[in-house]
């Protein structure tokens, strides 16, 4: 786990800030989750066979003896609030979160045990037009990020009978090549085996490119499903690829399958993935429902913003406010307080913890401050305030105080 130190953030808080601009811009709302649940609401909807559930889930009992988890991921996270909440039942919903997620692995770059994701969920819409509009936010989010080199692949995993029949026959076929199969394969040839198709095994690629295709399983329906995202995409000029091999690592999806990912972070190369869910509202004790979504690792896209040189410049505050002898610090306080008044987005410092007029002018200096303000007990008497332009070639002035929001808004124009 780590730490998002003071000089990492600027880069966090464009990554959050164009995040929930933009999905609120697509009429997404945002909902928030606890970090605790159950942990049979993982095993129900992740699976018990998967690797976050059996190796990765931080779990624990609690004074009650109830078995809790940290959450691992947020999607059934928010079906269990929206079934609870009741939001579930004939209605339509866009959502967004935010925030940490835990997963005991080995620590490497763009992976972290406490890490974090943006997402989005929806439910109660059949069609693949959702699909596309999740697709479609992603890549206007890579945009307004001015991220490159990121590609999209996507495929079809069909119906869950679709799937039931391709298991069948990923089965049998791996059954008669079970030598060739490694440890961790041959671990979820019976409990999930298209698992396997996603194995990163390079000395397994052969065996599983010559195996079975899901895409020969796929009903009608599916196929149609499928086509109708792809001319989506075309019309609205996404590029992308489909990858027969992606099957994505938990057990509730169906139908639309896809990820956005990248050469630049080294093996982590995933940064956005999701896809349509539709089964996971009835595992969860709900009625059928129609939901799909998306997660992103806020991590990997941070090191992409820095690696690529986009984080934007963050500007240092806009006053920094200087005083004189202990009798003025009462009153530079007051006036402080009376310029945010008018002034609520005015960045304004004040100097605290006493030192020299020399050292807190460096300090003003050092905060990026445009200007400096003066308060001496001459000034005080005076009625006035000094003002010192630190990032400009202008004479140092005074002005009254009891002008000093008109004459500010004056001078930072």
């Not at 010192?388 to 930072?412: C, G, H, N, P, Y």
């Amino acid at each position: 786990m780590h730490d998002i130190l003071p000089s990492h953030m600027p880069a966090w808080n464009q990554l959050e800030d164009e995040y929930r601009a933009l999905a609120e811009s697509y009429g997404y709302r945002q909902i928030r989750t606890p970090i605790v649940e159950k942990t049979a609401l993982f095993a129900r909807s992740i699976g018990t066979v998967t690797d976050i559930v059996e190796k990765e889930m931080y779990s624990f009992e609690d004074r009650n003896g109830d078995s809790l988890s940290l959450r691992p991921e947020n999607t059934a996270s928010v079906v269990r609030a929206g079934l609870q909440a009741g939001m579930l039942q004939d209605q339509q919903h866009r959502l967004w979160y935010c925030g940490p997620m835990f997963r005991h692995e080995r620590p490497q770059k763009g992976r972290y045990r406490q890490f974090h994701q943006l997402g989005a969920e929806t439910f109660g819409v059949a069609g693949a037009d959702i699909e596309a509009e999740l697709i479609l936010l992603a890549a206007r989010f890579w945009k307004r990020l001015g991220l490159e080199n990121i590609e999209l692949q996507l495929n079809s995993l069909g119906s869950s009978h679709c799937r039931q029949n391709f298991r069948s026959i990923l089965v049998e076929y791996f059954r008669d090549h079970y030598q060739q199969l490694d440890a961790d394969s041959q671990r979820r040839l019976e409990t999930n085996p298209l698992r396997i198709l996603d194995s990163k095994n390079p000395d397994m690629q052969a065996l599983i490119e010559a195996g079975p295709g899901l895409q020969d399983s796929l009903d009608q329906e599916s196929q149609e499903h499928f086509a109708e995202l792809i001319d989506i995409l075309d019309q609205t000029g996404v590029s992308y690829e489909v990858n027969r091999r992606l099957v994505r690592g938990l057990d509730y999806y169906s139908h639309t399958v896809f990820e956005w990912v990248t050469e630049t972070l080294g093996a982590q190369g995933t940064v956005c993935a999701g896809g349509r869910y539709d089964g996971l509202v009835e595992q969860l004790g709900g009625k059928p429902n129609y939901a799909a979504g998306f997660s992103m690792g806020c991590e990997r896209l941070v090191s992409m913003i820095v690696d690529q040189d986009k984080v934007a410049t963050e500007a240092g505050c806009d006053v920094y406010l200087i005083m004189r002898g202990e009798n003025s610090i009462a009153r530079a306080q007051q006036l402080a307080e009376m310029i945010r008044d008018h002034m609520p987005l005015l960045q304004l410092v004040v100097h605290a913890g006493g030192g020299s007029f020399k050292s807190q002018m460096r300090k003003a200096d050092r905060s990026g401050a445009r200007i400096a303000l003066i308060l001496g007990e001459t000034e005080i008497e005076a009625g006035t305030i000094a003002v010192k332009f630190l990032r400009e070639e202008k004479a140092q002035s005074e002005i009254m105080q009891a002008d000093i929001v008109t004459q500010l808004a004056l001078l930072l124009v």
